[in-house]
């Protein structure tokens, strides 16, 4: 067999953390070979990225290695010296991060920095300047010669990760390491850079690394996977095996918190894996699972599990013949939903725009967008960045002031533009939940006092009642009593949405702006917090205007999506429909670009170039310079499609008839 | 950047308009009668009176400002009421000597700062980390007098090696040498907060992402940190210089004083001493219009470095 790109050898790595070595990695081994990909997956701080870091050997100071090495095509690069080290880096092995906006230099050109890279190989400058343009046409960059001349604030994401992956390819390594490549960019743009990854790959037959907490990406990306807990690899076999046939009660849990199959709030719950990895340093049980796992017995904790082989693949479990048991256990029963359309809507959006002014232009943010939400309902918002979902959302919170006055109608009531126009219980009455939960948290205050005072000023509780509304709604987000008298900072990410979301709900919120509030927390944690999200919603009644980038996501908390492109409603109907078909083809491009865990069926339908400036929006129908399915003839391209209802209430704004679209049964298409 | 550039030249322009009201009304309302503050308790009435007409500080103080103003602008502060020549003269004489001082302790205490910096960034955490900031910390706390005249002590008193005060005159070496202590006392003070800027510019610049994919391409050190740290850790310490621009002169106020030197620090101290207005107005406003071309030079420097604000992003 040939040498394997990359190969690790029980690696033990431990962080100095005042004095005490932590040990991260506890014995890692696994190989990457020739031209194959292969994927890490497990949950934040499971020693993902210090596992790609120390294969290039770039390493914190306070990093010791315990133990094991590393080869980098066949080389124990743990004893390189510098300058060895040095042209490995610059030879053999490539790597791509996260937010490609901080791996580039701001103050040179990304010529520049892209030339550095082969005038490190001994080039000449204009052999560099040849080559440069080159790399950058094979990573689809249209015109090569303006982006070397750009610095990299004026490139978009989707650029500026290209252009990183230029640099990266420049020196033709065996081996790229891609740690969360495509994280914070768009879907319909991560689905272009994946398939542009995959591409190259195929072209010169590199090797890839690729970690990603996407468990579709790397699926669709990946030959091989190992599933990492803790610092210990528990399975590994190829991706499509792992996937559909999870063996590790691990996987098993991890599989079955991510919605999948269509699967909706009202149907089933999601699953969670309660409580929490190992802490960093701790002594280990036996299994690294155990604490963890519904299937554990004494010997788990007793006897550390060994790989078992399974034709082709390495699970780390005492009971793999109990797995199934896992597999097939029924999902807890969602909450049916019980949204009353015939009653008035909680929220009435009638031709809302906003427009921004900014340097003698006008920025078409939202346009004329009218929908309703009803008491319980949630409505999902979904649209690459750049369609308006936040700028939308914001003007029903009143941060922005729509363009006209009276457009929108909460409660029956004119809602005024600002929220300190707006009187208490209005205020009160709309309330958000943010990605981030830190932006929303005052950092120096305890939990106890953080939603203390939400409780007083919004629901407006006297003193002697504070206290037993904090019980409850403390309960209601399941946090407990310890809880309440630490800090932000010392929660994890997933107990921070929790306070966030007690906060938002202290006033009894009629309706909750929902923006990204998953898109930072693992998948078990999502889950955790999409149920909470669910039951608050069924007990109290509460609606939701639902952002998430993440359309499973979305699917599964929505009864009915609005989907936006350049601040335009495209379509807007039931979850069901909108997924499944007929839908707009801007809906059936976003969907399609989307990498599912079960495999990708469909052919991916691409997108050409970013979407449109909202200062210039195209004419005629605003999609038609993307549209994969634009009309023969200038209809689409003169003529604005009107919002055209469909038969299950919603509408959609396209010149194609709505029998005609995408993504419907066989049958009903003639 | 012309817009910015314009916008922050008007800004200039304002604030030199609002900062000849401020030293024009203090001078005029303050010390009540000028004849009487010149001539004295003793004098009478009537000669005080005739002073004050002749000084012209009689009319309403609308009409005076404006022509102070008209001749200010022209570069006329008036005469001196003590030396009864133009306070120009003075001012321009003392403003080649302070700016010389301030050309001379920059050359040293930049280079010194900028390196003790990134020195120190370099070896984080560690003893010459520690001897750095300490030096640093320790002189900047110290007063300005105390420093001087330790320097005075050990230099020309025991070992008799330079002048112990003194105005630059004659040749460029020993301009050099009535300039070096005042310039040392300066870069006492100033070296820890710009070693101190340039040590957090480099730590962050250190860290970046950025430079972890330059060190990643293969790049060798000494490029890495050529090229991507010390490029991007200038930027802050720059605006540090420039912010500490209006403290070198206060600085520059002690120090002349203590070492005799004839510049604008001394200038200012004397004529408050003395009460002569005409002086005193002059060269406040003059130190005052100085510190703004110096902030504002720096500032363009900075928009000039950064093509963020250089090519107009939004942020
Ligand atoms: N320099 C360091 N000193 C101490 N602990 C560290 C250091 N760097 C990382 N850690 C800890 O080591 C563990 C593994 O970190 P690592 O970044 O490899 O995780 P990861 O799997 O990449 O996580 P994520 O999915 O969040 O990127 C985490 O608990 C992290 O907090
Ligand atoms: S060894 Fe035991 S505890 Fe560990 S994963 Fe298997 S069943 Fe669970
Ligand atoms: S109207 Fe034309 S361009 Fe617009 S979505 Fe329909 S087919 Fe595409
Ligand atoms: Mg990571």
Request: glycine share 8%; net charge positive.
């Amino acid at each position: 067999m040939s040498t394997p790109a990359l190969e690790f050898n029980d690696l033990q790595l431990a962080y100095m953390v005042r004095g005490q070595a932590r040990e991260v990695l506890r014995g890692v081994s696994f190989a990457v070979q020739p031209g194959e990909t292969y994927g890490l997956v497990g949950e934040s701080g499971c020693g993902k990225s210090t596992a790609a870091y120390t294969a290039v050997r770039y390493l914190p100071t306070n990093a010791r290695i315990l133990g094991g090495d590393v080869h980098l095509a066949g080389r124990d690069i743990l004893s390189l010296d510098k300058k060895e080290l040095q042209n490995l880096r610059a030879n053999d092995v490539s790597i791509v991060y996260q937010d490609p906006g901080q791996a580039l230099n701001p103050t040179i050109k990304v010529g520049l920095q892209l030339m550095e890279a082969y005038q490190l190989l001994g080039q000449s400058k204009h052999d560099a300047l040849t080559n440069s343009r080159e790399i950058l046409r094979k990573v689809q960059i249209a015109d090569p010669e303006s982006v070397l001349g750009r610095y990299p604030h004026q490139l978009s994401g989707g650029m500026q990760q290209r252009v990183v992956i230029a640099m990266a390819l420049a020196c033709n390594p065996q081996l790229i390491i891609l740690d969360e490549p495509t994280t914070g960019l768009d879907a319909t743009v991560e689905a272009e850079v994946l398939d542009l990854i995959r591409g190259l790959r195929d072209e010169f037959g590199t090797s890839v690394l690729f970690i990603s907490h996407n468990l579709g990406a790397i699926r669709a990306m990946c030959d091989r996977v190992g599933v990492l807990y803790a610092g210990k690899l528990v399975e590994e076999g190829r991706a499509q095996d792992v996937f559909d046939n999870p063996q590790h009660p691990y996987t098993v849990g991890l599989l079955r918190c991510l919605p999948r199959h269509g699967s909706r709030k009202s149907a089933q719950r999601l699953e969670t894996i309660p409580g929490f990895q190992p802490l960093l340093g701790a002594p280990l049980p036996a299994c690294v699972f155990v604490d963890r796992c519904p299937l554990a017995t004494e010997k788990c904790r007793s006897v550390a599990p060994e790989w078992t082989q399974l034709g082709g693949r390495k699970v780390r479990c005492h009971h793999v013949d109990r797995v199934h048991e896992l597999v097939s256990s029924a999902l807890p029963e969602g909450t049916p939903s019980t949204v009353d359309r015939s009653s008035t809507p909680m929220l009435v959006l009638d031709g809302v725009s906003k427009t921004f002014h900014q340097g003698g232009q006008a920025i078409k943010a939202v346009r004329d967008v009218s929908l309703e939400l009803f008491a319980g309902e949630t409505l999902g918002l979904v649209g690459e960045s750049g369609s308006g979902k936040t700028t939308l959302a914001h003007t029903v919170l009143g941060i922005h002031a729509p363009d006209q006055a009276n457009t929108i109608t909460f409660d029956g009531k004119n809602l005024k533009p600002g929220t300190r126009k707006r009187p208490a219980d209005q205020v009160r009455g709309i309330q958000i939940i943010f990605q981030n939960p830190d932006s929303a948290l005052n950092r120096r205050h305890s939990v106890r006092r953080i939603i203390g005072r939400s409780l007083r000023r919004l629901a407006q509780l006297p003193h002697s009642e504070v206290d037993g509304a904090l019980q409850e709604i403390t309960a209601s987000v399941r946090l407990t009593e310890r809880h309440l008298d630490m800090r932000p900072s010392q929660l994890s990410g997933g107990l921070k949405q929790r306070v966030a979301i007690a906060r938002a709900f202290a006033g009894h919120p009629r309706i909750v702006v929902c923006d990204e509030p998953t898109s930072s927390l693992d998948v078990s944690v999502q889950a955790a917090i999409l149920n909470l999200l669910g039951d608050l919603q069924h007990d109290r009644d509460t609606s939701y205007l639902f952002i998430s980038h993440d359309l499973r996501v979305v699917r599964y908390l929505s009864d009915r999506i609005a989907v936006l492109y350049l601040g335009r409603i495209m379509e807007l109907g039931p979850a069901e429909r909108v997924f499944d078909g007929p839908h707009h083809p801007y809906t059936e491009a976003l969907l399609s670009a989307a990498p599912s865990v079960d495999g990708d069926t469909r052919e991916r339908i691409r997108l050409d170039g970013e979407i449109p400036s909202a200062v210039n929006q195209p004419s005629g129908c605003v999609f038609h310079t993307r549209c994969p399915r634009r009309l023969e003839g200038d209809l689409c391209s003169t003529v604005e499609p009107p919002l055209t209802p469909t038969p299950d209430g919603g509408v959609i704004r396209c010149h194609i008839p709505f029998d005609q679209l995408g993504g419907q049964p066989v049958a009903l298409r003639s | 950047m012309a817009r910015y550039v314009l916008r922050r030249l008007g800004l200039a322009v304002i604030t030199l308009f609002i900062l000849s009201i401020v030293v024009f009304t203090v001078s005029a309302v303050l010390p009540g009668s000028v004849g009487r503050a010149i001539l004295g308790p003793f004098a009478d009435k009537r000669s005080v009176d005739q002073l004050n007409n002749e000084l012209g500080v009689n009319g309403p103080l609308v009409n005076r400002y404006f022509r102070w103003v008209s001749h200010a602008v022209r570069g006329d502060f008036g005469n001196s009421y003590k030396y009864k020549s133009p306070v120009m003269d003075f001012v321009s004489k003392a403003l080649t000597s302070s700016l010389k001082l301030a050309l001379l302790t920059l050359v040293i205490v930049v280079p010194l700062g900028v390196i003790g910096g990134t020195i120190a960034a370099l070896r984080q955490g560690k003893a010459l980390d520690r001897i750095i900031t300490i030096t640093g910390l320790s002189l900047a706390v110290t007063p300005e007098f105390v420093i001087g005249i330790v320097l005075i002590l050990v230099f020309p008193v025991k070992l008799g090696w330079l002048p112990s005060g003194g105005s630059p005159k004659g040749a460029v070496l020993d301009q050099l040498k009535t300039m070096l202590l005042p310039a040392l006392t300066l870069t006492a003070i100033l070296f820890g907060y710009l070693s101190r800027m340039a040590r957090a510019g480099a730590i962050e610049a250190l860290n970046s992402d950025y430079t972890r994919t330059a060190t990643l391409k293969g790049l060798p050190r000494h490029v890495v940190l050529r090229r991507h740290v010390m490029r991007n850790s200038l930027l802050p310490t720059i605006a540090v210089i420039a912010s500490q621009m209006s403290y070198l002169l206060g600085g520059l106020l002690v120090t002349e004083t203590l070492f005799n030197f004839r510049g604008l620090g001394l200038l200012v101290a004397d004529a408050a001493r003395g009460k002569d207005i005409p002086m005193l107005m002059g060269a406040v406003f003059i130190v005052g219009a100085l510190a703004m071309t110096m902030s504002l030079l720096a500032d363009l420097l900075i928009a000039w470095l950064n093509p963020r604000v250089r090519l107009g992003a939004k942020q």
